[in-house]
């Protein structure tokens, strides 16, 4: 069962826009985290964020999680021709233990120089 | 430290071939996945490990089996490929909740 999707399934914006995806899930969560493929590699972690947080911030990345819409958002601030990759969500449950993550299907993102 | 490395990066089987996919990871990490991905259906998970020795099945373990006799190596074998096989898979380790995941390995079934 698919558990977090992300919108848009595809982005395009020019160097130094921001961009902005979103991820959705179906049921409770303990934690939820960012990756991001760049074309023909595997998944590079990007940004945990707990249940109890609402926003967290690394470098030009900020994650927001509203619990009670059960969704997520990634916004990439000032963004880079380097920042064209996929971004996917992967959501970890309440009663699971670490392994139990699930990902979406991903937000391609390109950017235009 | 290389990290995760997968063996081999692409190979091409014909139906009722059998191959294995061989993970290895330098960081000491106790659990080790294995992950297909294919084309608007994200990562699905096959199979686990939480430590040496131990193995589990994830959300489409089928037509796949895995053995993790050593901490630093995760094997994934098809015993019998078929076409739906056709995949990219990725290997990833953890020792909490983030995962590193390796290169990835391009396998199509003829």
């Known amino acids: 069962s698919q558990q977090g999707e992300e919108d848009p399934q595809a982005l395009s914006i020019q160097e130094g826009e921001n961009a902005t995806m979103n991820c959705s899930y179906k049921?409770?969560?303990?934690?939820l985290q960012w990756y991001r493929q760049n074309s023909g590699r595997g998944l590079v972690h990007l940004i945990l964020i707990r249940s109890n947080e609402r926003e967290k911030h690394s470098g030009r990345l900020r994650v927001t999680l509203d619990t009670s819409k059960k969704s997520s958002s990634l916004l990439i601030t000032a963004s880079r021709a380097a920042d064209t990759a996929s971004y996917f969500c992967?959501?970890?449950?309440?009663?699971?233990?670490?392994?139990?993550?699930?990902f979406g299907t991903g937000t391609r993102l390109k950017v235009l120089a | 430290n290389a990290g995760v490395t997968q063996t081999p990066k692409f190979r091409v089987l014909k139906t009722g071939q059998s191959m294995t996919l061989l993970c290895a990871q330098d960081?000491?990490?106790?659990?080790m996945y294995w992950y297909r991905q294919d084309p608007g259906m994200g990562l699905r998970l096959i199979h686990y490990s939480v430590g040496e020795g131990t193995t589990a099945k994830g959300e489409v373990p089928d037509g796949y089996n895995v053995s993790r006799l050593k901490k630093q190596n995760f094997l994934l074998g098809l015993e019998s490929a078929a076409p739906s096989q056709t995949s990219v898979y990725f290997c990833?380790?953890?020792?909490?909740?983030?995962?590193?995941f390796g290169p990835g390995t391009r396998l199509t079934v003829l």
């Open positions: 990833a380790s953890s020792r909490t909740r983030t995962r590193f």
């Open positions: 992967a959501t970890g449950g309440t009663t699971s233990g670490t392994y139990k993550y699930i």
């Open positions: 049921t409770s969560i303990n934690n």
């Open positions: 960081m000491n990490h106790e659990y």
